[in-house]
Nanobody, 126 residues
Framework: VQLQAYGGGLVQAGGSLRLSCAAS????????IGWFRQAPGKEREGVSC????????FYAGSVKGRFTISRDNAKNTVYLQMNSLKPEDTAVYYC????????????????????WGQGTQVTVSS
């Protein structure tokens, strides 16, 4: 059971990147998937989350309106489209899976997530 996040890179402020979270060894269909990030010297924080059906999505206030989470269960992949990137978005981004139905008060609670992928670095230059 593995998750792999990829798609990071170096981009100028105002640019876009699309991160992907792919699963191997299990299907994502029944899992909530969350994206988290950790900037140097800071704690890891929740960025976005999508329910197993894709019908419920949640975003951190700092990315709302700029990032879009989506999933393609046929491809066993969850995406994070990041637009209008800012230098403060620089971080290592992780995806994680959860069997907990996400709600607004706890979608970013890391205790709900059981499997984590390795991170992908996103660097936004000013």
């Amino acid at each position: 059971v593995q998750l792999q996040a990829y798609g990071g890179g170096l981009v100028q402020a105002g640019g876009s990147l699309r991160l992907s979270c792919a699963a191997s060894g299990f299907t994502l269909d029944y899992y909530t998937i969350g994206w988290f990030r950790q900037a140097p010297g800071k704690e890891r924080e929740g960025v976005s989350c999508i329910s197993s059906s894709g019908g419920r999505t949640f975003y951190a206030g700092s990315v709302k309106g700029r990032f879009t989470i989506s999933r393609d269960n046929a491809k066993n992949t969850v995406y994070l489209q990041m637009n209008s990137l800012k230098p403060e978005d620089t971080a290592v981004y992780y995806c994680a899976s959860s069997r907990v139905r996400p709600i607004s008060s706890s979608w970013s609670d890391e205790d709900n997530y059981v499997s984590w992928g390795q991170g992908t670095q996103v660097t936004v230059s000013s």
